[in-house]
T-cell receptor
Framework: EAGVTQFPSHSVIEKGQTVTLRCDPI?????LYWYRRVMGKEIKFLLH????????ESGMPNNRFLAERTGGTYSTLKVQPAELEDSGVYFC?????????????FGQGTRLTVV | AQSVTQLDSQVPVFEEAPVELRCNYS??????LFWYVQYPNQGLQLLLK??????LVESINGFEAEFNKSQTSFHLRKPSVHISDTAEYFC????????????FGAGTRLFVKA
C-alpha cells in the first residue's frame, strides 16, 4: 500500500512568487492534515480536512495560504505571494476517521525555500 | 489545549550506551501519546504510541517509552544505541476522541558517536 506522498520534495522560489504543494493521502483516509516546521522550531499544525471539508484551519498563518481538497482525495497548499518567513518543511499526514483513527501517517515533506 | 515539552534539544551519546529522551506534556483531556522519528533526509515515521492499557510500549528496534500519568511524562529510552539511531525524535500528543490534530514537541536530535 502506498504511503502519503508529497510533491515536490524540494522547491526554491523567489519572494513574491507562488508555489503549490501537493499531498496524496493514503487511499481511504478521509482525514488529511497539513503541518509546517520552520527551521529549528516545532512542527506546527496548519489545518485539517475531513474529506473535502475544512474541519479546522486555526493554524493557517495568514491569507497568503490557501488549502484545497477538491473531491476529497489529494490536497494542495498554495502560498501566494511567498515571503521569506514561509521557508520550512511542509508535512502532510492522513488518517482514518472515527474509532479506527489512532495515528496519522506522514509524508516525506516538502522543503520550501524562499529567497 | 495541549502542549508538549522536550527538555533536550540535542543529546550526544556513544554507541552502545543507554539513552533517555525526555518528554512532558500538558493537557486537560485524555490524549494519545506518540514518538515520531525523522532520519536524515527522510520523512516522519511513527516509532511507538501509547493509546491505552499497559503504560510501557515498545518499538521493533529496541526503543521503549513509559506513560506516567501523574508526572505527565512519556520519556523514550533505549538501553544500547546504534549509530543508525542518529535522527531527530519528536514527542507528540493527540486528543482522544476528537480534535484530531497532533501537537508536537520541538524535537530532540540524537547523535550517536562511535
Amino acid at each position: 500500500e502506498a504511503g502519503v506522498t508529497q510533491f515536490p520534495s524540494h522547491s526554491v522560489i523567489e519572494k513574491g512568487q507562488t508555489v503549490t504543494l501537493r499531498c496524496d493521502p493514503i487511499s481511504g483516509h478521509d482525514n488529511l492534515y497539513w503541518y509546517r516546521r520552520v527551521m529549528g522550531k516545532e512542527i506546527k499544525f496548519l489545518l485539517h480536512f475531513v474529506k473535502e471539508s475544512k474541519q479546522d484551519e486555526s493554524g493557517m498563518p495568514n491569507n497568503r495560504f490557501l488549502a484545497e481538497r477538491t473531491g476529497g482525495t489529494y490536497s494542495t497548499l498554495k502560498v501566494q505571494p511567498a515571503e521569506l518567513e514561509d521557508s520550512g518543511v511542509y508535512f502532510c499526514a492522513s488518517s482514518q476517521v472515527g474509532v479506527l483513527r489512532t495515528e496519522a501517517f506522514f509524508g516525506q515533506g516538502t522543503r520550501l525555500t524562499v529567497v | 489545549a495541549q502542549s508538549v515539552t522536550q527538555l533536550d534539544s540535542q543529546v550526544p551519546v556513544f554507541e552502545e550506551a543507554p539513552v533517555e529522551l525526555r518528554c512532558n506534556y500538558s493537557s486537560s483531556v485524555s490524549v494519545y501519546l506518540f514518538w515520531y522519528v525523522q532520519y536524515p533526509n527522510q520523512g516522519l515515521q511513527l516509532l511507538l504510541k501509547y493509546l491505552s492499557g499497559s503504560t510501557l510500549v515498545e518499538s521493533i528496534n529496541g526503543f521503549e517509552a513509559e506513560f506516567n500519568k501523574s508526572q505527565t511524562s512519556f520519556h523514550l529510552r533505549k538501553p544500547s544505541v546504534h549509530i543508525s539511531d542518529t535522527a531527530e525524535y519528536f514527542c507528540a500528543v493527540s486528543e482522544v476522541g476528537g480534535g484530531f490534530k497532533t501537537i508536537f514537541g520541538a524535537g530532540t536530535r540524537l547523535f550517536v558517536k562511535a
